[in-house]
């Protein structure tokens, strides 16, 4: 009943109603953009994402088994060598120890290249 001329009470509630229901389509229609969009963004649906590629791809597995054994050859060391540092504190100075190691030994654009690729992986085509 758009640019229609109201003419009487009863047209106007007419007019009244259908542009309520108009609103409430759209209200709903809206809403569910706005929940797509908003699963579409969700860290943890990224993060869902990025745990799957990393589980199809062979060089980043090979990798993490890497990160993963050497880590394991530390603590072990350290708890050999009486080193008691708690589970927290040993991660922590593996994790900073390694990262300054990737800073120093490649190059900061490989780097880069590879967070990004990490982060927002592109799909199959």
Excluded: C, W
Aim: glycine fraction near 4%; hydrophobic fraction near 40%; charged fraction near 25%.
């Amino acid at each position: 009943m758009d640019n229609t001329e109201i003419k009487d009470y009863t047209d106007l509630m007419i007019s009244i109603k259908l542009l309520k229901e108009k609103k409430f389509r759209q209200e709903t229609e809206l809403k569910s953009i706005f929940k797509n969009f908003a699963n579409a963004h969700d860290p943890i649906s990224i993060l869902k994402g990025s745990i799957k590629s990393i589980s199809s791809n062979r060089e980043i597995q090979g990798d993490l088994l890497k990160v993963t054994i050497n880590t394991g050859v530390h603590y072990l060391m350290g708890k050999i060598l009486n080193r008691n540092l708690p589970i927290k504190d040993f991660l922590s100075s593996v994790m900073v120890e390694k990262i300054s190691t990737t800073l120093t030994n490649i190059n900061i654009t490989g780097l880069i290249a590879k967070g990004i690729a990490f982060i927002n992986p592109k799909k199959n085509q």
